[in-house]
């Protein structure tokens, strides 16, 4: 069956636009979570979505950073009047289970810029 | 939080096997994960450890000491395709989370 998939791949925006990142995890997968990489930075933590209880937004940078996730599937990250320091690769990641060994499935990531 | 410390680079050269250390300190221990990158792509998941040990798969293996806050992996016969990223990553038992937390890579340079 086909992995997670993220779009678009490559996002280039003006200082001060918004924009909308999109997850697509696989089928079935109740846990889905949003990283950010920056250049030989680890995968930093952004929000974590686990079947219908509240999401884990405790990684979210600022409030210019917004996430959902409808019907239990796919997943859309906000960032609002982006600023440079938002430039990153944004991964996507889904698991099966939570807990034990629930290895993560990632997406190819949005490499996001602002300009 | 938690504070995971793994070396920034390694080298090594094809046919060897290397050992990338990764040390930990956590409230509280639910798993420790390493994660392959390569370039440009995605991680992939290589293996999990909850208990003390080592875990064999293939040319891969990972070792973990939960009394000593550590995990190293192993890889053997190296190929030129093992350069990549190597990300160690522990999940805390605190709180529920289930998310865990990655270290910053260590990067392996396979040279012929």
């Known amino acids: 069956g086909a992995g997670v998939s993220q779009s678009p791949s490559n996002k280039v925006t003006e200082k001060g636009k918004d924009v909308e990142l999109r997850c697509d995890p696989i089928?079935?997968?109740?846990?889905l979570y949003w990283y950010r990489q920056s250049l030989g930075q680890g995968l930093e933590f952004l929000i974590y979505?686990?079947?219908?209880?509240?999401?884990?937004k405790s990684g979210l940078p600022s409030d210019r950073f917004s996430a959902e996730r409808t019907g239990g599937s796919v997943s859309t990250l906000t960032i609002q009047r982006t600023q440079q320091e938002d430039s990153a690769v944004y991964l996507c990641?889904?698991?099966?289970?939570?807990?034990?060994?629930?290895?993560?499935?990632f997406g190819p990531g949005t490499r996001l810029t602002v300009t | 939080g938690q504070n995971i410390d793994q070396p920034t680079e390694m080298t090594a050269t094809e046919g060897a096997i290397v050992q990338i250390n990764c040390t930990y300190q956590?409230?509280?221990?639910?798993?420790l994960f390493w994660y392959q990158q390569h370039a440009g792509e995605a991680p992939t998941f290589l293996s999990y450890?909850?208990?003390?040990g080592l875990e064999e798969k293939g040319r891969f293996s990972s070792f973990l000491s939960r009394s000593k806050g550590y995990s190293y992996l192993l890889l053997k016969e190296l190929q030129m395709k093992d350069s990549a990223s190597y990300l160690c990553a522990v999940r805390d038992d605190g709180g529920g989370s289930y998310i865990p937390t990655f270290g910053r890579g260590t990067s392996l340079i396979v040279h012929p």
């Open positions: 089928s079935g997968h109740t846990a």
């Open positions: 990641a889904s698991s099966l289970v939570v807990g034990g060994g629930d290895e993560q499935y």
């Open positions: 979505f686990q079947g219908n209880s509240a999401p884990d």
């Open positions: 450890n909850v208990l003390d």
């Open positions: 956590t409230s509280g221990f639910n798993g």
